[in-house]
């Protein structure tokens, strides 16, 4: 989850715009072909690439400029099962997640609070409209985009403003030079018994 983060609040600028630029050329091509299409062809491309890599590889060892390793063995190597209660835990909480979507939904559809009915209603007629003007992935297109754009632009504005206050307060605090002031309505003081 943290990494996501970093990602959407561009801490690494160089990941976050690999994973920004992944996210646009799939989408964009999953709004032009299908989705049976995108994903052979994503599987040619990586497969021509491995195949010309392991290749490579094998050449360079036959000429002796190689020690013959395996390019992706760390790849092969890697473990990727889960111990009994990784598992365990995943499923519970893919089940609790599941379970609890399906009760929020039975709880809104057969009306057990009439005012979140009605949100329910009012959302999904509105998304009907939505629906007509453009598709899901034009919307998830413009979404990511706003992800990606927005949060980077509130963080920058939010130091432009903490440092402007910072000085506002700084030469407040010059020019005044005496006791903050009274903040009691009318300036009455309290009396002393």
Not at 53 to 68: A, E, F, K, P
Not at 78 to 104: N, P, R, T
Not at 151 to 158: A, K, L, S, T, V
Request: glycine share 6%; hydrophobic share 50%.
């Amino acid at each position: 989850m943290l990494a996501l983060m970093d990602l959407i609040y561009w801490k690494d600028t160089e990941r976050s715009g690999m994973v920004l630029t992944a996210l646009v050329v799939g989408l964009l091509s999953l709004f032009q072909l299908s989705i049976i299409t995108v994903v052979s062809t994503v599987s040619v491309a990586v497969m021509c690439f491995t195949i010309s890599v392991r290749i490579y590889y094998q050449l360079l060892y036959i000429l002796s400029w190689g020690d013959g390793e395996h390019p992706f063995k760390s790849y092969l190597d890697m473990d990727i099962s889960f111990s009994g209660e990784q598992a365990d835990f995943y499923m519970q909480k893919a089940i609790f997640l599941a379970l609890s979507a399906v009760d929020s939904l039975r709880r809104l559809f057969f009306v057990e609070n009439l005012f979140e009915s009605l949100k329910l209603l009012f959302l999904m007629y509105l998304v009907t409209y939505l629906g007509a003007l453009c598709n899901g992935l034009t919307i998830l297109i413009i979404s990511k985009q706003l992800m990606f754009s927005l949060e980077r632009e509130q963080i920058i504005m939010w130091k432009k403003i903490h440092c402007i206050v910072a000085i506002l307060v700084s030469i407040d605090c010059i020019s005044r030079g005496g006791p903050p002031p009274d903040t009691t309505p009318g300036g009455a003081k309290p009396k002393t018994q």
